[in-house]
């Protein structure tokens, strides 16, 4: 195996290489980060280890430097206990200009998703069924930080993610672009089962608990639900894109 250079940090000697403000991030999880290192989608400036993952990150950080450190200084970096033993510091996010998502066949919409995890579990599903784009609002909404890259499992870094400030916008212009807009809807009065299959689609999901805002849902080709048995009448948002996009994407195909 290879030599690497590498520290054993400790809270009394542990320097952290000197940074510009606002210009990096410190991302954690075993899937994250290797992930990150495989698409080279961002900069990595460090990876982060404790000591019984060394062997298997020198394998692909490449030039990287690694630095090994003790369990106390990862959570203190990382800021969470969740880290799987490993975390980099990187670049931040790029964000996906509109246009890029053109090309798409399938473009997930998201109106006001707050919750990170669920925003993580929709970036994975839409990258896993329908190798889909994705449209988030840069207000009232979760953006891509580092525990949406660690419910993703590294999605992110495969996945076009466009941040737009005016989500009805974007939505007339990816119709503009041969997109049908499909919302999912819980008092819809289509199955999702029997919408048409399009050349390009776009699946609308509304936030935790609002729903679509009517200034989006004028801009909806058709709305959909998901056909429930039982007493409830609705599903977690990241559990409902999951069906939508198999229903739409995926059968039939």
Do not use: C
């Not at 900069?43 to 630095?67: F, S, W």
């Not at 003790?70 to 670049?91: L, P």
């Amino acid at each position: 195996m290879r030599e690497k250079p590498r520290t054993l940090g400790t809270d009394k000697n542990l320097r952290m290489p000197p940074r510009t403000p606002g210009s990096t991030e410190v991302i954690y999880g075993r899937n994250a980060v290797l992930e990150t290192v495989r698409t080279g989608s961002r900069t990595i400036h460090e990876i982060l280890v404790l000591p019984q993952h060394e062997a298997e990150i020198l394998d692909t950080a490449g030039p990287v430097a690694v630095r090994v450190l003790q369990r106390r200084d990862m959570e203190r970096i990382a800021g969470t206990e969740h880290h799987q033993g490993m975390a980099a510091r990187v670049s931040l996010y790029r964000y996906a200009g509109l246009d890029e998502l053109f090309r798409y066949r399938v473009v997930v919409l998201l109106d006001s998703v707050e919750d990170p995890q669920n925003l993580g579990s929709i970036v994975r599903t839409a990258h896993a069924l329908a190798g889909a784009g994705m449209v988030i609002p840069e207000h009232r909404a979760a953006g891509v930080t580092p525990a949406v890259v660690k419910a993703s499992s590294g999605a992110t870094e495969h996945v076009k993610i466009a941040r737009v400030t005016n989500l009805r916008a974007a939505a007339q212009k990816l119709k503009e672009n041969g997109f049908w807009l499909v919302g999912l809807e819980a008092d819809a009065r289509e199955d999702i089962g029997s919408i048409p299959k399009f050349d390009k689609v776009g699946l609308v999901l509304g936030g935790e608990d609002s729903g679509i805002r009517p200034v989006v849902t004028s801009e909806l080709d058709m709305a959909a639900r998901i056909p429930m048995q039982g007493t409830f009448n609705s599903l977690n948002v990241a559990h409902a894109a999951a069906i939508a996009l198999y229903e739409l994407a995926v059968r039939g195909r």
